[in-house]
């Protein structure tokens, strides 16, 4: 397996409060990547980076900002906590990117109130 | 705009026949395809890929075949058994410059009975 870990697993937060989700990997793989999981829509990209201080957003970005001060680590912030913001988080990581498989991280359960 | 459909939420087989999972895809641009397995409470586990020069992948009990001009790729479990029963993500990647994001479909529900 992967050494992908995610903290906090699980987490609940009151709307209008700032969160931040970490994903740390033991891989030292350059691309990393953040998913939200919800009903109906399958896994749903939010950001990623293709190295350090490199990010860029996914299909889902708005209300979410992203920090990669190290290769190990990748954090995803939700600004000010909305409860559609309440889903699964799943970081991922995978090697070189183009034609890699993504390994994932074992998730965060996020309820906002 | 959905590029990968799984287009059954919920599959039932009995244990030691076969489980097949299908898959649609719209982007002319992908490139290869991944299979991934997920269980309650755990993140996607990767079971098997394609790459779009191949029509056929084979690892063990699963086998991905990739019909290009249908645009349609199945995932074969032979023999099924319980502890497969879990949720199957189809993804694609390679579309155009983006080519390291994978797009997932929204899965189907595997139930593999004793």
């Known amino acids: 397996d992967a050494g992908i870990t995610q903290s906090p697993r699980h987490k609940v937060t009151e709307t209008g409060t700032p969160v931040t989700l970490r994903c740390h990997q033991t891989?030292?793989?350059?691309?990393m990547y953040w998913y939200r999981q919800d009903p109906g829509h399958g896994l749903r990209l939010i950001h990623y980076?293709?190295?350090?201080?490199?990010?860029d957003k996914g299909e889902v970005s708005d209300g979410y900002s992203v920090s990669r001060s190290k290769t190990e680590d990748f954090l995803l912030t939700l600004e000010s906590a909305t409860s559609s913001q309440t889903s699964v988080y799943f970081c991922?990581?995978?090697?070189?990117?183009?034609?890699?498989?993504?390994?994932f991280g074992p998730g965060t359960r996020l309820l906002v109130l | 705009d959905q590029q990968v459909k799984q287009n059954s939420p919920s599959l039932s087989v009995q244990e030691g026949r076969i489980s097949i999972l299908n898959c649609d895809y719209t982007?002319?641009?992908?490139?290869?395809f991944l299979w991934y397995k997920k269980y309650p409470a755990e993140g996607p586990t990767f079971l098997i890929s394609i790459s779009s020069i191949k029509d056929k992948n084979e690892d063990g009990r699963f086998t991905v075949f990739l019909n290009k001009s249908a645009k349609h790729l199945s995932l074969h479990i032979v023999p099924s058994q319980p502890g497969d029963s879990a949720v199957y993500f189809c993804a694609a990647g390679g579309s155009g410059g983006s080519n390291y994001k994978l797009t997932f479909g929204k899965g189907t529900l595997l139930t593999v009975n004793p």
């Open positions: 980076s293709y190295g350090v201080k490199d990010t």
């Open positions: 991922a990581i995978s090697e070189s990117g183009q034609g890699e498989t993504q390994y």
């Open positions: 982007n002319s641009m992908f490139d290869y």
């Open positions: 891989e030292n793989h350059r691309y």
